[in-house]
T-cell receptor, first 113, second 113 residues
């Protein structure tokens, strides 16, 4: 089974702080994704990556950046956290982006105060 | 029009009931379709893929109607443990779209004793 892990289940940060969310997968998947999930809005794609050092913007990249220095690790960075970034953040990975369904990590519930 | 639309519910049904969820999608070129299940405060987990010929997995049956652009999920003999939110998911299919999953809002199911 694919294992996707995220560094924290719950995180509380202050407005203006720089926040790092880490995601690691152990199945040698090329593709990794970051989503956020909000009530009434569903899951929305923030960024994704097809390969090391490669990144593509998703639907809502504003206020976020990402880093993929190693194949197994995909980091989401909030440069200056704001209250509207309070959300559940879900990392996912897959072998083939266009066909395979994604396996999700357990999620990080981030609260920005 | 949203790319993927579902009736948010909630659907409240007694144990043993048969319940059906429908989902419509707007991109006629979409190639891949899935149903995910999400329990409260947990990550989405793949329930089943949806194939053109329809497919069945125990009490669950998924169907795809390309002409009308909708997919369905039928749950027979509902169990208490089926209570969850069911997410309709579409991959548009074009590689340059990143293979991103387009999520419906989810349909909440509550199975009562």
């Amino acid at each position: 089974d694919v294992k996707v892990t995220q560094s924290s289940r719950y995180l509380v940060k202050r407005t203006g702080e720089k926040v790092f969310l880490e995601c690691v997968q152990d199945m040698d998947h090329e593709n990794m994704f970051w989503y956020r999930q909000d009530p009434g809005l569903g899951l929305r794609l923030i960024y994704f990556s097809y390969d090391v050092k490669m990144k593509e913007k998703g639907d809502i990249p504003e206020g976020y950046s990402v880093s993929r220095e190693k194949k197994e690790r995909f980091s989401l960075i909030l440069e200056s956290a704001s209250t509207n970034q309070t959300s559940m953040y879900l990392c996912a990975s897959s072998f083939r982006a266009d066909r395979d369904p994604k396996d999700f990590g357990p999620g990080t519930r981030l609260t920005v105060t | 029009r949203k790319e993927v639309e579902q009736d948010p519910g909630p659907f409240n049904v007694p144990e043993g009931a048969t319940v059906a969820f429908n989902c419509t999608y707007s991109n006629s070129a979409s190639q891949s379709f899935f149903w995910y299940r999400q329990d409260c405060r947990k990550e989405p987990k793949l329930l089943m893929s949806v194939y053109s010929s329809g497919n069945e997995d125990g009490r669950f049956t998924a169907q795809l109607n390309r002409a009308s652009q909708y997919i369905s999920l039928l749950i027979r003999d509902s169990k208490l443990s089926d209570s969850a939110t069911y997410l309709c998911v579409v991959i548009p299919g074009a590689y340059n779209q990143g293979g991103k999953l387009i999520f419906g809002q989810g349909t909440e199911l509550s199975v009562k004793p």
